[in-house]
């Protein structure tokens, strides 16, 4: 595998959206800030690697599109109708769509909702809303996605806490629509009488519908696993057991996050490859078993085929089950994208398969590149590729199965630890010291034990509801001492490291050079080699300003936190 792969036409695409997103996030700004941020990078492009005029032009005009469709989205001209107009301190009678599966927390639910009308008046504009209820007074029954309702509230403007280097809460949701947020106890919400009846909406009430039964089923398992009543353990093993399956992180206690980022084992409670790998060859090996039972479709070759086609169908629908986040979507992609070169039986080539995922994605939801979970699952995902392809260059991969298991079990930790280091760091401040040796450890038991008990509890709630508790209830077992492992492992201090926030500067320059790095002992290349050095010196001296500016700023800095 040459090292053009990375520089195959979807290298280019993604870097015409990526760089459009980025460029469109500035605006409102002069024109010549984006002729600069087109003109450098792409007479770099067609100076350095000479792309096919096409292509070049391809990107162009991506990169174009790309910049005006964000700049709408981070500049958008609202109507005299729109919800921002209204957050002025008064109650209004609000009326809306529910739009998304509910969020639930301890005594609270969150939705989204597309209001349709405040008072008399028609209105527009994304809401969320917050529902407050006491589960021990009275049972909680959620919202359906498509249900009209009727709020009377006050409309809250989304606004940021002003410490620095503080979240942008602000700007995340203005990339999903939103603008405001409404309260309301759930007493007081009046339904309308109306719920969407399209296609789309009724499917997602169906999922919306079984995971609160799997939910409900995890809770009664959690209930009867001992003689005693549930202690935290046994809590938070429910709901990691959850967020594995359905992608809903809300009950996770923030002691429990902190624990799993400490141990470096944050990636699996989110919804990724592993998780639609293991439905992916689940529903497949179901399907070419039926499918094998035609003689006709085994002769002629077209079973596995057949069943490559038909194993999409419950993938997506798993995808959207699960909350469809950017590392979803981008395991969605890459699983269809690679079932799809099976199909048509051309090469499989992982890099561009990666960069059309995310091409994909943005094309899609350009605002999706500023998210942590596309930053962290991309980044990832091509440091594994990457570096696998240099191994398979330089030091090759052991023959022995065993050896070779272990190998790639630890490199894959490795791996998307590099990738993920500086992305953890800038948001999180925090790097794990033992995720290697926890990785090992904790993802052959939860990944693959721990998530196959869990999705054989879900596939066999209706038919087999007896044997989905027992396999619930193992899992719980099974969850809570992995959380009590991590809680000893997350005790030591010495076992992760609290980090200063990177500069975007010194993050590039990070991934160029590791990059850099390996492209020159791959291909012995000189220019590779020179420029390795050039950004180690680079680095040195803007971590070395960075510091100083840090620690050594010259002046006295009083910060009154805003909270």
């Known amino acids: 595998m040459r090292h053009n792969l990375t520089l195959a036409p979807m290298f280019f695409v993604f870097l015409s959206f990526a760089t459009g997103a980025i460029a469109g996030s500035w605006a409102p700004v002069s024109f010549w800030i984006y002729f600069i941020a087109a003109g450098l990078p792409a007479a770099m492009i067609f100076i350095l690697f000479k792309p096919d005029k096409f292509i070049f032009l391809s990107c162009l005009a991506v990169f174009g599109l790309t910049v005006f469709r964000m700049a709408a989205i981070c500049a958008p001209d609202y109507s005299d109708q729109h919800v921002s107009r209204f957050c002025n301190g008064e109650t209004y009678r609000i009326s809306g769509i529910i739009n998304s599966?509910?969020?639930?927390?301890?005594?609270?639910?969150?939705?989204t909702i597309t209001c349709t009308g405040i008072g008399n008046d028609k209105a527009d504009g994304k809401l969320i809303l917050t529902v407050y209820h006491d589960s021990l007074k009275q049972p909680v029954s959620s919202l359906r996605f498509g249900e009209h309702i009727i709020v009377n509230s006050k409309i809250r403007a989304i606004r940021n806490f002003s410490n620095p280097g503080g979240y942008d809460y602000e700007f995340q949701m203005?990339?999903?629509?939103?603008?405001?947020?409404?309260?309301?106890?759930?007493?007081?919400?009046?339904?309308?009488?109306?719920?969407?009846?399209?296609?789309?909406?009724?499917?997602?009430?169906?999922?919306?519908?079984?995971?609160?039964?799997?939910?409900?089923?995890?809770?009664k398992a959690v209930r009867n696993t001992g003689d005693r009543p549930p202690d935290f353990f046994s809590n938070q093993a429910g709901a990691i057991l959850t967020a594995l399956v359905t992608g809903q992180k809300e009950m996770i206690h923030e002691k429990?996050?902190?624990?799993?980022?400490?141990a470096g084992l944050s990636h699996i409670l989110a919804?990724?490859?592993?998780?639609?790998?293991?439905?992916?060859?689940?529903?497949?090996?179901?399907?070419?078993?039926?499918?094998?039972?035609?003689?006709?479709?085994?002769?002629?070759?077209?079973?596995?085929?057949?069943?490559?086609?038909?194993?999409?169908?419950?993938?997506?629908?798993?995808?959207?089950?699960?909350?469809?986040?950017?590392?979803?979507?981008?395991?969605?992609?890459?699983?269809?994208?690679?079932?799809?070169?099976?199909?048509?039986?051309?090469?499989?080539?992982?890099?561009?398969?990666?960069?059309?995922?995310?091409s994909l994605i943005l094309f899609i939801d350009p605002g999706a590149l500023f998210s942590i979970s596309f930053q962290l699952s991309f980044a990832c995902v091509f440091f594994i590729i990457a570096g696998f392809m240099f191994l398979g260059r330089t030091l090759g991969i052991p023959e022995n199965k065993w050896i070779k298991r272990i190998c790639l079990m630890i490199f894959t930790t490795v791996f998307a630890g590099m990738g993920a280091a500086p992305v953890t760091a800038f948001y999180f401040n925090?790097?794990?010291?033992?995720?290697?040796?926890?990785?090992?450890?904790?993802?052959?038991?939860?990944?693959?034990?721990?998530?196959?008990?869990?999705?054989?509890?879900?596939?066999?709630?209706?038919?087999?509801?007896?044997?989905?508790?027992?396999?619930?209830?193992?899992?719980?077992?099974?969850?809570?001492y992995c959380l009590q492992g991590i809680h000893w492992i997350a005790g030591f201090d010495w076992t992760w490291a609290r980090v200063v926030t990177p500069r975007p500067i010194e993050i590039i320059i990070y991934y160029a050079l590791i990059l850099c790095l390996g492209f020159a002992i791959m291909e012995k290349n000189k220019g590779a080699i020179y420029l390795t050095f050039l950004l180690a010196a680079a680095g040195i001296v803007s971590t070395g300003h960075g510091m100083l500016k840090r620690f050594y700023p010259g002046k006295l800095v009083v910060h009154t936190l805003d909270v």
Do not use: C, W
């Open 101 to 111: 599966l509910p969020k639930n927390y301890q005594n609270k639910t969150r939705y």
């Open 174 to 219: 203005r990339l999903k629509g939103i603008t405001g947020s409404i309260y309301a106890n759930s007493h007081t919400i009046i339904d309308a009488g109306r719920i969407d009846a399209s296609s789309f909406a009724r499917a997602m009430r169906f999922l919306q519908r079984i995971r609160e039964r799997f939910s409900n089923a995890v809770a």
């Open 256 to 262: 429990t996050r902190d624990n799993f980022s400490k």
């Open 271 to 358: 919804v990724s490859g592993l998780h639609m790998s293991l439905v992916g060859f689940g529903f497949f090996s179901v399907f070419i078993f039926i499918l094998n039972q035609h003689s006709s479709l085994v002769i002629t070759g077209h079973a596995k085929k057949a069943a490559g086609i038909l194993t999409l169908l419950p993938l997506t629908a798993y995808a959207f089950f699960a909350g469809f986040s950017p590392s979803t979507q981008r395991a969605l992609i890459m699983t269809a994208v690679f079932l799809t070169s099976f199909l048509i039986e051309k090469e499989k080539d992982p890099l561009n398969t990666l960069y059309f995922a995310a």
């Open 430 to 480: 925090m790097f794990p010291m033992v995720q290697v040796g926890t990785n090992l450890v904790m993802i052959p038991v939860i990944g693959f034990l721990g998530l196959p008990l869990g999705l054989a509890g879900l596939i066999f709630m209706d038919f087999l509801p007896g044997l989905s508790h027992f396999f619930l209830t193992l899992d719980i077992h099974i969850l809570s």
